[in-house]
């Protein structure tokens, strides 16, 4: 009698040791923040639209924001863990403030142009002395690159132009009924523009060329941590990189996809959504490789020496070890 309530036992036993091994783990939490707007609404539909965050492991939650600094904002009050668009102008300041945060990425270069109307009697940027510029608000990347290049190229100081901030379409808007001069926009919003006819004086990237006498193009965002999250959940965060990288390959592998995701998300109209698959390759990286490094090295530099940002940059603030470990990954 004895012998038979063993095995019986044992057979439970080893029911619910099977049943054990294979429920699935409990998956790890992040909160991942993004302003779905301007150049960061197409990576951000199309993550969402996914699984990617799931197939890893992870339990997300998107926080939205209503404008370009939130998510850097919301990193400093921990109320989300990874930003995937912060501004690289604002996650630099929060390093130099010494909020404990950490760059593993670099996910968009500054693809933005100095237009005005076609009919402007604004020839060169050297023209803009005085003028009113539409573009992202202080803080902003866009608006410190802007600053940057048109002091180092132009003499034009912060003090010798009005900066009048708004989104994408507010900045169209500025521009239409002539509130500005000119603007900075992003490419995915000249492409979209129809009726309204743009000229370009010149584009960021040229103009960073000829400020540090390089082949390098700047970054408007990066991949911003918290320093907290990434200690307590180091392979999380890994994972969490593993997830970006999958949904660019999706986006540069599915393009209709990224069409219907961006329409559904931002409620746009074909043509329009068309223009974030159109740009995919152009608009989005996921990396933090030697090249990445050196530029935004360059670009805390030359912000540093624009007055744009104070102190230094602290040593591991740039960290290359998740994404590089992310690589090994399938």
Do not use: C
């Not at 300041?93 to 604004?122: C, E, R």
């Not at 410190?144 to 379409?169: C, Q, R, W, Y």
């Not at 393009?255 to 974030?276: I, T």
């Amino acid at each position: 009698m004895k012998a038979l309530q063993l095995i019986k036992r044992a057979a439970l036993f080893a029911v619910l040791a099977g049943g054990l091994a294979a429920a699935p783990a409990h998956a790890e939490k992040i909160r991942v923040g993004y302003w779905p707007s301007g150049l960061t609404l197409g990576y951000g539909a199309v993550l969402e639209a996914g699984t990617f965050f799931k197939d890893q492991g992870l339990e997300v939650e998107y926080v939205h924001f209503s404008d370009v600094n939130g998510p850097t904002r919301a990193i400093a009050a921990n109320a989300i863990d990874l930003a995937f668009g912060s501004p690289a102008a604002g996650a630099f300041a929060l390093a130099t403030d010494g909020v404990p945060v950490k760059i593993v990425l670099a996910t968009q270069p500054s693809n933005v142009s100095f237009v005005v109307l076609q009919d402007s009697p604004i020839k060169t940027l050297a023209d803009l002395k005085g003028k009113k510029i539409g573009m992202s608000p202080a803080g902003s990347s866009t608006a410190t690159i802007a600053s940057a290049v048109l002091a180092g190229n132009h003499g034009i100081k912060e003090k010798d132009f009005t900066l009048v901030p708004g989104n994408e379409p507010r900045l169209v808007q500025f521009l239409a009924q002539k509130e500005v001069d000119a603007a900075a926009l992003r490419n995915v919003t000249t492409a979209q523009l129809k009726d309204l006819k743009v000229r370009t004086l010149s584009t960021f990237g040229d103009q960073w060329k000829t400020l540090t006498k390089s082949d390098s193009v700047p970054y408007n965002a990066v991949g911003l941590v918290r320093a907290e999250y990434q200690q307590k959940n180091p392979d999380a965060v890994v994972r969490a990189i593993v997830a970006l990288r999958k949904a660019l390959e999706y986006g540069q592998a599915n393009p209709a996809q990224v069409v219907s995701a961006v329409q559904k998300a931002g409620n746009l109209p074909q043509a329009d959504a068309q223009v974030f698959a159109d740009l995919w390759d152009e608009n989005y990286r996921v990396s933090l490789n030697a090249a990445d490094l050196d530029t935004l090295e360059r670009e805390f530099q030359i912000f540093k020496d624009n007055g744009t940002l104070k102190g230094d940059l602290p040593a591991g603030a740039l960290d290359a070890g998740p994404y590089q470990q992310s690589l090994a990954r399938k």
